[in-house]
């Protein structure tokens, strides 16, 4: 097939879904055309060495990469995600018609960044039949004011545009399929697809002298937070939690992100000497550090909208064996709890994340290396990239040949 996709970013932005999902259908044979912005995640600036401009692409064999310029502020206020958004859609109307013209079928990978150029483009390409892939939805990180609100419920009803009018909707958590068909979207053409990781990085691996020089101190437990400090995670928990325990485990915190400042400043404000920051580093780091700490931490606020989210992160943490300790509700922590693969309690309640911290601290390690073989087991048989490719591609093939049929019932 000739398959289009349009993702807000791309590699090498973290953003593994698209790009392995990209790489994989142009292997099986398909040719593939990605319509992207310049990459910019997470600090809101273009990367160093790159240059926003109109006529970028970058081919390999079956596969072409067309970026598109978009507002890069560095500004996580409700106005800069506006511009951002607003920008990257009107650069994809003014682009997408031409560079995807002649598609089979068109993939979209939707986080709430991709909403409004989604619905646009879809408008534009009329009868390009699409498989929607949805990774979250909306949560508003400041609900009381007016201006948050009202761009939130903007980008709601962008996001359910693009649900009522995509072939087939499918959803990356469980609990997310209740939440898009709620918010328009016909239950007989939503799917669950979950996410998979990096295998070919993300695996279990011993860790080096460094890397245990790095997260380990004086033989405390160490629980570790990897990637985005942001307002979703609510960091602020996990400080205070172990705040509370200085002397009994460590708390490391590996990456940035629009909050950090502020989860720093706690720290300070609490004395909370255990509490650790290591700037961002490479992902192909990331299995050698885990292996040097002895729990991953995966943290979400309690807003309804991420009750149906399952972060990366605990996929990367399965995938390499790491047991997991997860402030989260709804579908993250029923897969931690139902797999056995760690520990778990409701978000935002650093008193009970504390407990669970301690009571991590006190397991033995064979029973944490239990903890990460579960893990690792329910990744293989529940998240692995050959199964989830394979489902995307089933949705793609299912969609063209539907709207094929359906051209010819009407000719």
């Not at 790159?50 to 507002?71: A, D, G, I, K, N």
């Not at 070919?200 to 437990?221: T, Y």
């Not at 309804?304 to 989260?328: I, M, Y």
Request: include cysteine.
């Amino acid at each position: 097939m000739r398959i289009g996709i349009l993702s807000y970013h791309f590699p090498p932005e973290p953003a593994f879904i698209p790009g392995s999902l990209a790489e994989e259908l142009a292997r099986r044979g398909h040719e593939v055309r990605v319509l992207t912005g310049f990459p910019d995640y997470p600090g809101g600036h273009v990367y160093p060495g790159w240059r926003q401009r109109w006529r970028h692409e970058t081919h390999s064999e079956r596969l072409t990469v067309r970026r598109v310029p978009r507002y890069t502020g560095g500004d996580a206020s409700s106005r800069g995600r506006t511009a951002a958004y607003l920008s990257f859609a009107g650069s994809v109307a003014l682009v997408g018609p031409r560079f995807l013209a002649g598609v089979d079928a068109l993939y979209v990978h939707q986080p709430p960044a991709t909403a409004f150029a989604a619905a646009g483009l879809l408008r534009l390409l009329g009868r390009v039949p699409t498989v929607l892939h949805v990774q979250d939805v909306w949560a508003a990180d400041q609900p009381a004011d007016t201006g948050n609100r009202q761009w939130a419920e903007r980008l709601g009803a962008a996001m359910a545009r693009t649900y009522r009018t995509a072939d087939r909707v499918a959803v990356a958590a469980p609990s997310l399929r209740d939440l898009v068909v709620a918010a328009g979207a016909d239950p007989s053409r939503v799917e669950v697809v979950l996410n998979w990781t990096d295998e070919r990085i993300f695996h279990p691996a011993r860790a080096s002298s460094a890397a245990r020089r790095l997260v380990r101190r004086e033989g405390r437990c160490v629980v570790m937070h990897a990637g985005t400090i942001g307002p979703r995670q609510g960091l602020e928990t996990a400080v205070r939690a172990a705040a509370a325990l200085d002397g009994t485990m460590d708390l490391v915190l590996v990456g940035s992100g629009p909050e950090e400042r502020r989860v720093r400043g706690l720290a300070a404000e609490l004395g909370a000497h255990n509490v650790r920051f290591v700037e961002r580093r490479s992902p192909l780091d990331m299995p050698d550090l885990y292996a040097a700490a002895d729990y991953q931490l995966v943290m979400l606020r309690d807003l309804p909208e991420l009750r149906g989210t399952l972060p990366g992160k605990l996929q990367a943490a399965f995938s390499c064996a790491a047991p997991v300790v997860a402030s989260a509700g709804g579908d993250t922590a029923e897969v931690v709890e139902r797999v056995r693969a760690g520990l778990s309690c409701p978000p935002e309640d650093w008193a009970t994340l504390a407990d669970r911290f301690w009571l991590a601290a006190t397991i033995p390690a064979p029973a944490r290396a239990d903890m990460g073989r579960r893990g690792r087991e329910a990744y293989l048989r529940e998240m692995a990239m050959p199964a989830g490719v394979d489902r995307v591609e089933r949705l793609l093939y299912d969609v063209a040949g539907g709207r094929a049929a359906t051209r010819a019932t009407h000719e």
